[in-house]
């Protein structure tokens, strides 16, 4: 009998619950559940961006591994007990130097090309591709050592063969880091340079431009005066004048903002020659550098300054995948379940730059070993360099043009006659 009147009592509780604290709770419900969901994908992507640096760790490791086997592999190798793997031929000798550089490169680019075919289509942070990226790093290592150790046993001449594709794979990364380059500058540009109404904005964009022309002046100067000691070191200074002439004077038009982004371009391309014309082998006609041969402490910190270069630029060319999608893509708005950058570009990207790594390494040279400490130094490396410096600048001199050659054409229509104005 009580147990019947307390059930009662209990619907006739429910009954008085109105509709309006019905939907009050399930407002609140909702609330909570958009919170929740809100907080998850604040977290996922916060791990998506902080697995960045570890991938960027990943391949600095990389680099210096590759550097160790180059120059001091084979001579601490001597001092352990004599090994023989069938694929590195007699001592190992196919596992040292250039074929060494190769191999680990080919273990890099192994890891990271599996990276990039498990996460190019990744589109929310919610799917299986997005914590891959971002977690299971114990598997991930597993799979780096697998591919550093199965490169050791591939036969040397696959090796060569992985070689001549690196060369190619270099390029396209070097033609990447060109566009990511230039994207910058021209968003550079626009942030200092908007419109008449910022003139804050514009008087430190001219103030900018100005020091920018400046250096590029002063750099065009030394060069002339260090390293104008043969006819093709002239050539190439004077190439770089005649750019930089012409991008100052196709900055000037009114269809282009300024000066600003033309004056960091001059830099960038003066950076260019000069880095080409110390790249020339030494004790040549054209290189006057009083260099010994020995190592010093400024070959080693300018040593360690091009690895750290090496990984800043696979880095953030890794990162600006936005410079490369489509016109039509790049007005989509963002949701939040969005990843925050493309993790297949990425992983390409670094994919192509462990090729990359091995051609500075090596010089770009697969029959000749580079000597200690140097990187990217020779003939074929000075040529790659003045390759993409007049690359850089036919690329940025089209999007100067490009908006005189694209501009709408406007055809007058016939006057009319006076006979037809009658009518």
């Known amino acids: 009998m009580d147990g019947s009147a ?12 109105s509709p309006g604290d019905l939907e009050a709770a399930h407002l609140d419900d909702l609330i909570r559940e958009i919170e929740q969901r809100s907080l998850y994908y604040y977290q996922e992507k916060n791990k998506s961006l902080r697995a960045r640096y570890v991938y960027g760790t990943i391949f600095l490791i990389i680099n210096l591994c590759a550097w160790f086997i180059r120059d001091y592999a084979q001579k601490a190798l001597a001092l352990l007990p004599r090994k023989n793997v069938s694929s590195c031929g007699p001592e190992g000798s196919d596992c040292f130097h250039t074929l060494g550089v190769l191999r680990v490169s080919l273990g890099c680019f192994i890891f990271y090309l599996v990276m990039f075919l498990s996460t190019w289509n990744t589109r929310k942070l919610h799917e299986f591709q997005n914590s891959w990226h971002s977690n299971y790093w114990s598997f991930k290592f597993l799979l780096l050592v697998l591919a550093m150790v199965a490169s050791f046993f591939i036969p040397q001449l696959y090796i060569q063969i992985y070689g001549e594709i690196a060369r190619v794979g ?24 908007p419109h008449d109404q910022s003139k804050h904005s514009c008087s430190f964009g001219l103030v900018m431009s100005t020091v920018f022309y400046i250096g590029s002046v002063s750099g ?17 200074i004077s190439c770089t004048v005649v750019i930089l002439t012409v991008m100052m004077v196709m900055s000037l038009h009114s269809k282009n903002k300024g000066l ?9 391309i003066v950076f260019l020659c000069w880095s080409a014309i110390r790249s020339e082998p030494l004790h040549t ?5 009083t260099q010994n041969g020995h190592t010093d402490w400024v070959t080693i910190l300018s040593f360690l300054i091009a690895i750290g270069a090496i990984v800043m630029a696979t880095f953030s060319t890794g990162i600006d995948s936005e410079s490369f999608r489509f016109e039509f893509r790049k007005d989509e708005a963002k949701e939040e379940e969005d990843i925050p950058y493309s993790y297949g570009f990425f992983h390409l990207v670094f994919s192509l730059g462990a090729m990359y790594f091995a051609m500075l390494f090596i010089s770009w040279n697969l029959s000749h070993s580079s000597r200690e400490w140097s990187i990217d130094v020779g003939w074929t490396s000075t040529w790659v360099k003045i390759v993409n410096e007049w690359f850089a600048a036919a690329i940025y001199l089209w999007k100067l043009i490009s908006p005189i050659v694209r501009q709408p054409r406007v055809y007058e229509q016939p006057q009319p006659t006076a006979a037809e104005v009658d009518r």
């Open 285 to 289: 006609k054209c290189n006057a550098q």
């Open 170 to 193: 270099a390029g396209i990364f070097l033609g990447l880091q060109l566009v990511s380059v230039i994207e910058f500058i021209t968003w550079w540009n626009n942030y200092w340079m």
């Open 220 to 236: 065009i100067a030394v060069m002339y005066y260090f390293y104008a000691a043969c006819v093709l070191n002239m050539f190439f």
């Open 6 to 17: 307390e059930a009662a009592a209990t619907r006739t509780r429910s009954l008085q619950i």
């Open 260 to 268: 600003l982004s033309s004056g960091i371009m001059a830099s960038y």
